[in-house]
């Protein structure tokens, strides 16, 4: 089929480079030129495993292209809208005025019969906002929202092999031609036997916000476990384990550590309070606030214990910081919980190296203040004290004997739980970690 996809950031060059995969003929629009003059030389504008390969592929097959030019979608017969939705400033809704603009600029071009398919993640009432608006700008048309279920480092996979499809529909007879369009673009996922679930557009809305805040909850706990345990004396990785084994609760996400961040987790939670408060709805979610302040508890927490580690005062210290990205396999430094601690010890006396495989470029922007080094081994180099917050299997591998021979103190702070203690103690080194005695 002939494919649009309205925005080419994170999500929209995905998608597009995984259409081509799929045989399709795909137009990927995009306001930024210099971003559509790097898709087109099969340049990926961020770190994606996998990406690359994609749009050579498509790029070479002809199966897909760049442009700024919106009127270039014109042939199209689905479209897909894949823009941005982050945090107002200084409020806790999402701005949804790239979404507007898309469509809006989208609507002329729409031949009758197209399909226009919303990913973006939105508050709950803008696909059906969006749809009136289709009735007069774009007759004869339909909309679908269809949430995306992404996970950085795994984006491509997730994008060819979904784990489910949600389609969200109105209930006119039109949706009914619109959806079988919809399964062509998804042939190949859904002859592979992936669950198709078929709602109206408000649940459809509402599935990723739902999924977001539940995996938010799930962390917050077991990083409110970590509090209890280290009152306690208790193992929070154990306890974890223990629990994880009840198949009701299950063993994913239940890594206590320093919190969650990036650019979809935090700023979606707090979308959705305002949203359900703008419902009349906000006592449902008021949990979620609670979630939001563990989360952002953890990052001072680590902050109080790296000054405790360093006897009292972290004026002067050298501190180590490995990671920059929220997770491995990425280079997002959005809400970086490795990167906001970073920035605290600096603040409060110490001067920080921070290291990362893939994300320092972007670190610089947001923090040009603290030091960088690509190299992990330079980096460690007189460290007071080396603080692992981002769990690159680069990392995990790193030498413990070969650190402890260029630091200044064998003090290392597992931020993520992720190394092997045993394997650090044995070469003398003082191991704490979250959660842990």
Not at 14 to 36: N, Y
Not at 143 to 153: C, D, K, V
Not at 235 to 264: E, H, P, Q, S, Y
Not at 410 to 416: A, Q, V
Request: proline letters at 5%; a negative charge.
């Amino acid at each position: 089929m002939k494919i649009s996809v309205i925005g080419c950031g994170y999500l929209g060059a995905v998608h597009a480079a995984s259409m081509a995969k799929l045989g399709h003929e795909v137009i990927g629009i995009d306001t930024d030129t210099a971003r559509v003059a790097a898709l087109n030389n099969g340049q990926a504008p961020f770190f994606e495993p996998g990406l690359p390969e994609l749009l050579h592929e498509g790029l070479s097959s002809k199966k897909l292209s760049f442009s700024s030019t919106i009127s270039d979608v014109q042939t199209a017969e689905v479209h897909f809208v894949c823009v941005g939705t982050p945090q107002k400033p200084g409020e806790y809704a999402a701005d949804v005025q790239y979404v507007d603009a898309a469509f809006t600029a989208l609507f002329p071009y729409m031949q009758a019969g197209s399909v226009a398919v919303g990913k973006s993640t939105v508050p709950v009432g803008t696909a059906s906002r969006i749809a009136q608006l289709m009735v007069t700008q774009a007759p004869n048309s339909h909309l679908i929202w269809n949430p995306e279920f992404l996970r950085e480092g795994h984006a491509v996979s997730d994008t060819l092999t979904p784990d489910r499809l949600v389609y969200g529909l109105s209930d006119e007879l039109s949706a009914v031609p619109a959806a079988a369009k919809l399964d062509e673009v998804y042939a190949a996922a859904l002859s592979a036997g992936t669950p198709r679930l078929q709602v109206n557009y408000a649940t459809a809305e509402l599935v990723k916000s739902a999924a977001n805040s539940f995996l938010a909850t799930k962390i917050s706990f077991i990083n409110a476990m970590a509090e209890v345990c280290e009152a306690s004396g208790a193992d929070v990785t154990a306890l974890a384990d223990a629990i994880g084994m009840d198949d009701r609760i299950g063993r994913k996400f239940l890594n206590a550590g320093i919190g969650f961040g990036g650019g979809c987790l935090p700023k979606d939670i707090r979308a959705f309070m305002a949203r359900a408060g703008e419902l009349g709805a906000d006592q449902a979610l008021t949990f979620l606030r609670e979630v939001d302040a563990i989360n952002m508890r953890r990052r001072s927490k680590v902050v109080e214990r790296t000054r405790e580690l360093c006897g009292g005062s972290l004026i002067g210290k050298r501190i180590t910081v490995l990671g920059a990205t929220f997770k491995p396999n990425s280079d997002d430094v959005r809400d970086s919980p490795a990167l906001s601690i970073a920035a605290q010890l600096q603040l409060q006396g110490a001067t920080v190296t921070v290291t990362d495989p893939q994300g320092l470029a972007n670190a610089r922007v947001r923090f040009p203040e603290l030091k960088y080094e690509q190299d992990a081994m330079m980096a460690c180099r007189n460290a007071d004290a080396v603080l692992l917050l981002t769990e690159w299997p680069e990392f995990i591998a790193l030498d413990p004997l070969a650190i402890g021979e260029i630091v200044a103190s064998k003090t290392i702070l597992d931020g993520r739980n992720a190394l092997e203690p045993k394997k650090w103690t044995q070469h003398n080194w003082d191991y704490y970690a979250l959660g842990r005695s």
